[in-house]
Each structure stands twice: as C-alpha cells, then as structure tokens.
Nanobody, 130 residues
Framework: QGVLAESGGGSVQAGGSLRISCAAS??????????MGWFRQAPGKEREFVAA????????NYGDSVKGRFTISRDDAKKMLYLQMSSLQPEDTAQYYC?????????????????????WGQGTQVTVSS
C-alpha cells in the first residue's frame, strides 16, 4: 500500500512563484523505488502531464507548457517530491496531483501518460490571478 499527500498549494499573482510538495508513505514506498510525477487538471479539461522524475538517476521530463519555468525534484531519504513553479501564469491554474509508478521498461515512452501511474494523491489547488 502507498499513500501520497500533496501540500503547499495556494493563490499567487501572475509572475510569482510557488513550491508544492508531496509526501509518500506506506509499505510500497518503503520497499520499492518509484518514478514520480506531477499532473494537473483544470475544470473541464483533461488531466495534463506536468513533470516526471525517474527512479534511476533522477532524470527529468517536462510538459511543453512548463519547460523552463517548473522544476521537479525528489528527496528519497525524506520520501518527498517537490515542484518548484516560477513565472506562473493564469493558465497554470489547476488542481495539481502527485503520482507514482513502479519501474517499467516502457517508462521512457509512457512517463507522460496518467494511466500508467499506480498511486495518486488527492491534489492541491494552485490559483494564479492576473
């Protein structure tokens, strides 16, 4: 079993920065290394890939809309995942979800696909005002 819990969401003005966090707990995260990612979903839209970080060497991938503005990182000792967001824009407004998946051979071609993640948090709201 594994549980993910996001925190740190809130309201910020356009151009501002925010860091959200995700705490991983439970046996699954104690026993296995996992790839982790951030997704977001705005009202009326599909869940969108934001960023992912692998379990091997911390290699990262980003969605096109956030490249150069967001940074994903992890602290395996603390079982924490972070998303540092800068130059925030109103279109970044969404519920942000933390996700984790067991290692797989097709990770490099499926890291962006929500259906391949095994664990999900409840989400944290990020609202950016203009």
């Amino acid at each position: 079993q594994g549980v993910l819990a996001e925190s740190g969401g809130g309201s910020v003005q356009a151009g501002g920065s925010l860091r959200i966090s995700c705490a991983a707990s439970g046996r699954a995260f104690q026993q296995y290394a996992m790839a982790m990612g951030w997704f977001r979903q705005a009202p009326g839209k599909e869940r969108e890939f934001v960023a992912a970080i692998n379990w091997i060497d911390g290699g990262t991938n980003y969605g096109d809309s956030v490249k150069g503005r967001f940074t994903i990182s992890r602290d395996d000792a603390k079982k924490m995942l972070y998303l540092q967001m800068s130059s925030l824009q109103p279109e970044d407004t969404a519920q942000y979800y933390c996700a984790a998946r067991h290692p797989s051979f097709d990770y490099s071609t499926t890291y962006y696909y929500p259906g391949r993640y095994d664990y999900w948090g409840q989400g944290t709201q990020v609202t950016v005002s203009s």
